[in-house]
């Protein structure tokens, strides 16, 4: 049995996010995954910092603090990385994201298609997996400022 088997019921949320070289996957790399996991009263900070092999845009840089520096020392291969961050949102019962409808699940969903080959059924399935437990904040924040 796998550590995140083993916490299976305890994971109450992920609250998430990504940094990308860019706007469009498969084209553009995820750079680092942030999470913080939620069990109970417990919160686990956790990160992973992806070496894609990739020069890094300047503009992103400067956007994300993201330098070739910090992934040479802390990069790992990003299967790894998408290995141990997917499987978090089979154990979650909920997943907090920031304008992940639009831009976070479709990146995620479409760089780890182009890392494992998904098929297009298999795409879909991670998509309604992760999105059946999102809140997504930007969709509220607007939904609240346009009095809805």
Not at 40 to 54: A, P, S
Not at 111 to 136: P, Q, W
Request: one cysteine or more; a negative charge.
């Amino acid at each position: 049995m796998s550590d995140t088997e083993e916490v299976k019921d305890e994971i109450d949320l992920i609250v998430w996010d990504l940094e990308t070289s860019g706007f469009v996957a498969p084209e553009c790399k995820i750079l680092e995954i942030g999470c913080f996991i939620v069990r109970g009263e417990e919160v686990e900070r956790k990160h992973w910092v992806l070496n894609n092999g990739i020069e890094i845009p300047e503009k992103i840089v400067e956007i994300t603090g993201i330098t070739q520096a910090i992934i040479d020392a802390e990069g790992r291969d990003p299967k790894e990385c998408m290995q141990e961050f997917l499987p978090l949102f089979k154990l979650a019962k909920k997943n907090i994201t920031h304008n992940g409808v639009r831009f976070d699940i479709p990146f995620l969903v479409n760089f780890s298609a182009d890392l494992f080959g998904y098929t297009d059924i298999e795409k879909m399935a991670v998509t309604n997996l992760i999105r059946s437990t999102a809140f997504d904040t930007a969709v509220h924040f607007k939904a609240k400022k346009l009095d809805m």
